[in-house]
């Protein structure tokens, strides 16, 4: 069993969507969670770092963690057509070195 | 903007050259990474340091080495290229500490014919 199970997709929605990408999790060590994005033929970007549970916010991007269920979202409101991509979802281990990627989700918005 | 630097971007080389794929950063970051991505896939670990002289294998097995005798470079040497070493190459570095949020270059995407 994967260590983090992420949808591929790929998800298509209308310009102005609110967007929900979720990834489940199988191990309840795991205590930071982070939102990365791909752009074709570029490297992933940090887009939210958290910590155990909760919710944080950033313009748009809303990440969620519920350690209970061991699932994590990200939230994009107003999508726009730049917000086209891939992400994925990486968790690491309270301690740990070393970060666990989900093989991500294509995330295609339509104007 | 992260300041990490791969090159090159894209090669395609013949079977059984050797190859040196290049990793430079200049956030004084400690801690550097390789990781192979192919499509649908997973980002796979391949090697890792955390700092000058330190390298560790990663959880993919791979025919590659690295060094790190400055800490802005952290060069992948594969000696004899094969087929099946056709993938992305990202490199990736961060802060000292545990989980802390990676910084990746854009990549090298490596034919071997």
């Known amino acids: 069993q994967k260590e983090v199970e992420q949808d591929p997709g790929p998800l298509s929605v209308p310009e102005g969507a609110i967007v929900s990408l979720n990834c489940t999790y199988s191990n309840s060590a795991f205590q930071y969670f982070m939102w990365y994005r791909q752009y074709s033929r570029k490297g992933p970007e940090l887009l939210m770092y958290t910590y155990s549970s909760g919710n944080k916010e950033d313009g748009r991007f809303t990440a969620q963690v519920d350690k209970s269920s061991k699932y994590i979202s990200l939230f994009i409101r107003d999508s726009q057509p730049s917000d086209s991509a891939t992400y994925l979802c990486a968790i690491g281990r309270e301690y740990g070195n070393k970060l666990v990627f989900g093989a991500g989700t294509i995330l295609r918005v339509k104007s | 903007e992260a300041d990490i630097y791969q090159t090159p971007r894209y090669l395609v080389i013949g079977t059984g050259k050797k190859i040196t794929l290049e990793c430079s950063q200049t956030?004084?970051?400690?801690?550097m990474y390789w990781y192979q991505q192919d499509p649908g896939m997973e980002l796979h670990l391949i090697h890792y340091?955390?700092?000058?002289?330190?390298?560790e294998k990663g959880d993919l097995s791979s025919e590659s080495t690295v060094s790190r005798i400055r800490t802005e470079h952290f060069p992948l040497t594969l000696e004899s290229a094969r087929p099946s070493h056709t993938s992305q190459y990202l490199c990736a570095s961060s802060v000292q500490g545990s989980n802390q949020p990676q910084h990746f270059g854009d990549g090298t995407r490596l034919s071997i014919l």
């Open positions: 340091s955390y700092g000058v002289n330190s390298t």
């Open positions: 956030m004084g970051h400690d801690k």
